[in-house]
């Protein structure tokens, strides 16, 4: 029997771990992948107080890691299959086992979203669908091609803007929806284009990329560009990972919560991207983590 047991090892569920431990509470992590969640995966983590110069997903991740198994939080890595919410005890059963615990933060994030064209499926992982920090290196010298204007797309294209021979960041909006630091950087960097108004409508191949199509936002008109063995990675937003949770009212997707991060189940609580909020940023899954774990020690 736990006091709490978190679902989900990015920045809310290690904070919430984090803040349980220290309060005397036996807290159990479950995570299916690895520590760090979606920022894990980014090549650089900006704009967080207190990261060290040059602070990559990877060595963010690592660090909280290492924090939390410090503190005497336990992290197994086992996927979540089945959740008892309801009565004083809750139930988290696993591919591995069932874990029962008193209070419950739902910290599972969200899955980048999929553009749902032709040709992602067949060549995912083939020069589809790719993640810069990881597979920025392979196309060094190469052509590549960023789906989406928010910051997350915009800073993984500057990252890979220093690879690539030339990076084209294709967004459906007349102009980019980051930051004005990201907006400036882009004007500065010379082999980073952008491709407005448009939308990636197909690709095509067979072990490789071999030709896009790109369809106008303007006028419906669709270009096709051939560019065997370019890299095509797609950030165009995230969907919340709330499928597990049946016995919870969703809103849009998400859990709503209210001030001390509960749902509307007693003792259940939800925390980071998951939940209904309007700033998605590591800061504020960090206070998530943290507010849940305090009220849940004390509730």
Known sequence: ???????????AGISAGIYGVSRGKKVLILEKDE?????????????????????????FAQRMKQ??????????????????????????????GQYECKKLILANGSTGRKLGIPGEKELAGKGMGMNAAKHGNLYAGKH?????????????????????KTVTIIHFEPQL????????????TPNL??????RLHAVRGTEQVEQLDIRSELD???????????????????VPNTQLYTELELQDGYI???????????????VGDIRVKQVRQVATAVADGAIAAVHACIG
């Open 1 to 11: 029997m736990y006091d709490i047991i978190v679902v989900g090892a990015g920045p």
């Open 35 to 59: 520590v760090g969640g979606l920022i894990g995966k980014v090549s650089t983590v900006t704009h967080y107080a207190g990261i060290i110069p040059g602070e990559t997903g990877v060595t």
């Open 67 to 96: 924090q939390a198994l410090g503190a005497g939080v336990e992290i197994r890595r086992e996927t979540v299959e089945r959740v008892q919410m309801q009565g004083d005890v809750k139930a988290v059963v696993t591919s591995q």
């Open 144 to 164: 590549v091609y960023v789906v989406g204007g928010a910051d997350g797309a915009v800073k993984e294209a500057l990252y890979l803007a220093s690879v690539a």
């Open 177 to 188: 929806g980051c930051i004005a630091e990201f907006r400036e950087k882009v004007k500065k």
């Open 193 to 198: 284009r952008l491709m407005l108004n448009a």
């Open 220 to 238: 419906g008109s669709v270009t096709t560009i051939d560019d065997v063995g370019c890299g095509i990675f797609v950030y165009a937003g995230t």
């Open 256 to 270: 709503p919560v209210n001030a001390w991060m509960e749902t509307q189940i007693p003792g259940v609580y939800a």
